[in-house]
């Protein structure tokens, strides 16, 4: 069989404008590094990345729609839309491909609405509240999956 290594990285709405939000939640570090750091670290686990993202719901239910046979697992954030849209929610999954949902800043610790994702229960894992590496976590974790 061939090797299960690629990744989908996929960013939804206002995580482009990273370096513009609060600080004491997302550290004022730019998307661009983010995404850089993810590649870096992907590229040590022998996993191969592509990233997407879109401010537009569509567009990102659309990505997920055309994922089929393009990638192995995902990697999403898909920022205040983790919170309620059901569309993603279904378009995530009918893909049927195993997912980790990573949030950057402690939902936890923040405005009660940010507790809820309606993600969580069709992700193989939930990474919340550890910044940048929080994606580290998220890259072992499906490698594990995909090895299994
Ligand atoms: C976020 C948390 C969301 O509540 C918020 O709307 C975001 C970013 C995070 O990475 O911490 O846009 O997903």
């Known amino acids: 069989m061939s090797v299960r290594n690629r990744i989908e990285v996929m960013h939804g709405v206002n995580l482009d404008q990273l370096a513009r939000r609060d600080p004491a939640h997302y550290s004022g570090m730019s ?5 850089r750091g993810i590649a870096a670290v992907a590229d040590e686990l022998g996993l191969s990345t592509r990233f997407f993202h879109t401010n537009h719901e569509g567009d990102f ?13 995902i990697v999403l954030n898909p920022g205040a ?5 059901y569309a993603i929610r279904d378009a995530l999954e009918l893909t049927g491909i195993p997912a980790v949902e990573v949030h950057l800043s402690d939902l ?3 405005e009660p609405w940010r507790r809820q994702s309606v993600i969580a229960e069709i992700c193989i894992a939930r990474i919340q509240g550890k910044g940048p590496d929080g994606y580290r976590e998220a890259l072992e ?6 090895a299994a």
């Open 141 to 146: 974790r499906l490698r594990k999956e995909l």
């Open 31 to 35: 998307f661009e590094a983010l995404e």
């Open 81 to 85: 839309w983790t919170h309620y849209s």
């Open 61 to 73: 239910v659309e990505h997920l729609h055309r994922l089929e046979g393009m990638t192995d697992g």
């Open 108 to 110: 936890e610790a923040r």
